[in-house]
């Protein structure tokens, strides 16, 4: 239930969302910094899994990766295909990516599993983990918090996650956490990443 009612929440409010957050000048120097450094040890295909608006996904480009973006909001593959064309965009579930097992080198998920509740958070990142390859790194962008609660976010209700309990959950799923960020700002929501590779099963 939780994926059809943010999908359906992100269609209304998919124009504004994209007109305010939508490009990098939007971006936070220091995730900018995160990101590509993160990208620029990634080995193979990423997907930006939750790709929203699609700058992200046009910026790993520019930065010489081959990158795709994924959502399941129809407005946002749309718009991210009209503002930047050449860029590959498509509609889908982050719980059945079209990638095959082992197949991808990075995944971002930055800030797409945000409204999935704790009990269903695992079917995405046990697709993660089945299409990266062994060594493949996850790098997700959450809210922070010191338990796992709800929260009112803009668009629809959200969870915020301590780090290590998220990291708890990408161990369950064949990953081993790498590094992990915190930034707390005054006025503002702390929030965290964590760089996770794909633990090799054999």
């Known amino acids: 239930m939780v994926v059809e009612v943010s ?6 409010r998919a124009r504004e969302y994209s007109e305010v957050l939508g490009s990098m000048a939007a971006v936070h120097p220091s995730d900018l910094q995160l990101v590509s450094k993160w990208a620029s040890d990634v080995d193979g295909e990423i997907v930006d899994a ?5 700058h992200w996904t046009n910026f790993l480009t520019e930065q ?3 990158a795709r973006g994924v959502d399941l909001v129809p407005e946002f593959v749309t718009y991210a295909t009209n503002t ?6 498509t509609l889908g579930s982050l719980a059945s990516l079209a990638a095959g097992t082992g197949s991808l080198g990075g995944i971002l998920a930055w800030y797409s599993l945000i409204h999935y509740e704790p009990e269903t958070i695992r079917i995405p990142l046990q697709e993660f983990s089945r299409a990266l390859k062994p060594g493949g ?3 997700v962008g959450f809210f922070e918090g010191q338990t796992v ?3 009112a976010h803009a668009v629809t209700p959200a969870y915020r996650w301590p780090v290590d ?3 708890a959950e990408l161990d369950a799923t064949g990953f081993d956490v790498v590094e992990s960020h ?3 700002t005054a006025g503002q929501r702390p929030v965290a990443a964590i760089v996770a590779r794909r633990r090799d099963a054999h």
């Not at 999908?7 to 209304?12: L, P, Q, V």
């Not at 939750?50 to 699609?54: A, N």
């Not at 930047?84 to 965009?89: H, I, N």
């Open 7 to 12: 999908t359906a929440a992100y269609s209304r």
């Open 50 to 54: 939750g790709c929203g608006p699609g």
């Open 64 to 66: 010489g990766h081959a």
């Open 84 to 89: 930047f064309p050449g860029v590959s965009y």
């Open 137 to 139: 790194t996850l790098f």
């Open 149 to 151: 609660e709800e929260f």
């Open 165 to 167: 309990v998220l990291g």
């Open 182 to 184: 915190v930034r707390k």
